[in-house]
């Protein structure tokens, strides 16, 4: 079993940065890609980015690109999402999800491509 702790999250105002962090516990991890989702109240939950664990490859939703980046530390078992630029927009809560199986690169996308969640965490933009 593996779990996904986010944390980082946190109210600042638009233009501002955060750093989210997922750390994960449990059996030896060593999934084939780490994504971020959000979700936004009302709303469906979209992808955010991705990155896969061995390889430092990264997808990026159009809406995040330039300015949110995605990185990971093997040794730490975490990822991290670098926010920058931050918009009203991107409030959301925003969870970390790890895929164990290798998958077609572009439908990391897709939140039916990961194994296991995160709780999540609250980001809110302030305009």
């Known amino acids: 079993q593996v779990q996904l702790v986010e944390s980082g999250g946190g109210l600042v105002q638009a233009g501002g940065s955060l750093r989210l962090s997922c750390a994960a516990s449990?059996?030896?991890?060593?999934?084939?890609?780490m994504g971020w989702f959000r979700q936004a109240p009302g709303k469906e939950r979209e992808f955010v980015a991705s990155i896969t664990w061995n390889g430092g490859n990264t997808l990026y939703a159009d809406s995040v690109k330039g300015r949110f980046a995605i990185s990971r530390d093997n040794a730490k078992n975490t990822a991290y999402l670098q926010m920058n630029s931050l918009k009203p927009e991107d409030t959301a809560v925003y969870y970390c999800?790890?895929?164990?199986?290798?998958?077609?690169?572009?439908?990391?996308?897709?939140?039916?491509?990961?194994?296991?969640w995160g709780q999540g965490t609250q980001v809110t933009v302030s305009s």
């Open positions: 449990g059996r030896t991890f060593s999934p084939y890609a």
């Open positions: 999800a790890a895929s164990l199986s290798r998958v077609d690169w572009p439908t990391v996308r897709a939140p039916r491509r990961y194994d296991y």
